[in-house]
């Protein structure tokens, strides 16, 4: 690593802990901070970037929380005017897929890096990120997630679909960094495992899962320091069992093509990254807490993100946490919008929208010889339910999921749909793994949420 790249690392790691530590400690002083540093970095956005010059000319810096919000949709096709880098969606999207089929992830324009999210909302977005934000991106996770000190000596072994130059900045002297691509063969990536003995295991839940069973059964032996789901969304089902093979805390972080926006604390609580973004709230259900986060990141220039509605259905935790920490504590991340499931309503004059949170409840609380499941509805009154169960508790467990959703219908006034089940299959790095999946369109009329 060239030294100005430690410096510039160092700095924002030991200024990310200043502030979370000295001082950003009560929620209106952070408040406070992040409006001025919001404001400061809209003066920026707007001399720079066409695009959203031309979208708040009628706006004031004072108004941005009422600026129009933006999806990925309008984010991507307009992506020549909105970034201040002066690149091309034509040149940087063929970039970046030169390196999917090539497995050589260092695409570069410039000195901007080039990324390609996975997709699994319908279409894949770009990122784009300048080497400064990309240091600075390295110091702030370095601060967040490492289980000592940045000084010590540290193994971390990045399990992910597709590695950047993103990820490989976290690397030094003291920090020997190793990703594992997910598509090369699961032998191989377990022997390289073993070998390198990671002080930090960071993968998604479904490869942290499949190494928890190896680890269970004996077939891998590693005692990492900390470990850190990434990329997917974490299932009780899953987090139990992998903290149970490991005999610690799993930790998580969130972390998308929008940016890096939260990380758990010391006692397991996810806070959102409110020393990089601010998150505005979106109820979908304020008294269960449920929003969709509307993002603001006044950390990255190249490609800004103002008041981008971001697809994600967060609840937020309603007691403090016991670190302290004024940041937004999530208590769980439940998934992508899209995959609430919609169940007709009793009266059959509209569907009632059911969270994925109750589809996992009446699923593991159900059958707790159930060690894995993905459910996918297809159409309003059909439902298919793949498990991983003993065959001596495989009828017991399908008649206890049907009572449950039985229950969470006359609870929620719907019909539960009929359930086709099968055999549960799932390899890591294939895709995504989404527990609760919806797989048909919502009428335009939409429907009720479920309470």
């Not at 005999?247 to 926006?261: A, D, I, K, N, S």
């Amino acid at each position: 690593m060239k030294l100005p790249d430690a410096w510039l690392i160092l700095s924002h790691y030991i200024k990310t802990n200043y502030l979370k530590n000295v001082m950003l400690r009560d929620r209106s002083r952070l408040e406070a901070w992040q409006e001025r540093r919001v404001r400061r970095h809209l003066r920026e956005v707007r001399k720079h970037s066409p695009f959203y010059r031309e979208l708040w000319r009628d706006g004031s810096p004072d108004g941005w929380r009422s600026y129009p919000v933006i999806d990925k949709g309008v984010f991507m096709e307009r992506l020549d005017e909105l970034n201040t880098a002066g690149i091309r969606k034509e040149t940087a999207m063929e970039l970046a897929l030169r390196a999917e089929r090539t497995r050589e992830f260092a695409p570069m324009i410039g000195d901007v890096t080039v990324g390609l999210s996975s997709g699994t909302s319908g279409s894949r977005g770009l990122f784009l990120v300048s080497r400064r934000e990309r240091l600075a991106w390295a110091g702030t996770v370095l601060a967040k997630v490492l289980p000592g000190p940045l000084l010590g000596r540290h193994r971390i072994a990045f399990f992910l679909r597709a590695d950047s130059n993103l990820y490989g900045s976290v690397g030094s002297r003291n920090i020997e960094f190793r990703f594992y691509d997910l598509l090369d063969p699961i032998a191989e990536l377990v022997a390289r495992l073993q070998q390198q003995q990671p002080s930090l295991l960071v993968a998604p839940a479904s490869m942290l899962r499949l190494l928890a069973d190896l680890q269970r059964e004996g077939r891998l032996s590693i005692r990492p320091d900390k470990l850190v789901s990434v990329a997917e969304v974490l299932d009780p089902l899953d987090q139990g069992i992998i903290e149970k093979a490991f005999g610690q805390r799993l930790h998580q972080v969130y972390q998308c093509t929008e940016g890096f926006l939260g990380a758990t604390c010391a006692h397991g609580t996810l806070h959102i990254n409110e020393d990089v973004v601010c998150m505005q709230k979106e109820y979908v259900d304020r008294e269960a807490g449920k929003f969709v986060p509307i993002l603001t990141d006044f950390s990255r220039l190249t490609q800004p993100i103002v008041r981008y509605r971001l697809n994600d259905l967060l609840t937020e935790r309603q007691e403090p946490c016991p670190c302290g920490s004024p940041f937004l504590a999530i208590e769980r991340i439940e998934g992508r919008c899209d995959d609430m499931f919609a169940f007709p309503s009793v009266s059959g004059d509209r569907q009632v929208l059911i969270f994925p949170d109750f589809i996992t409840r009446a699923i593991v609380a159900a059958a707790s010889e159930v060690t894995a499941y993905h459910a996918v509805q297809h159409a309003p009154g059909e439902m298919e339910l793949a498990l991983e169960v003993d065959d001596r508790h495989r009828e017991a467990s399908q008649s206890a999921i049907l009572q449950a959703l039985r229950a969470l219908g006359e609870r929620t006034g719907s019909q539960p749909p009929h359930v086709a089940f099968s055999a549960y299959r799932h390899a890591p790095g294939d895709r995504k793994l989404r527990r609760v999946e919806r797989r048909f369109e919502l009428e335009q009329s939409g429907g009720d949420h479920a309470v």
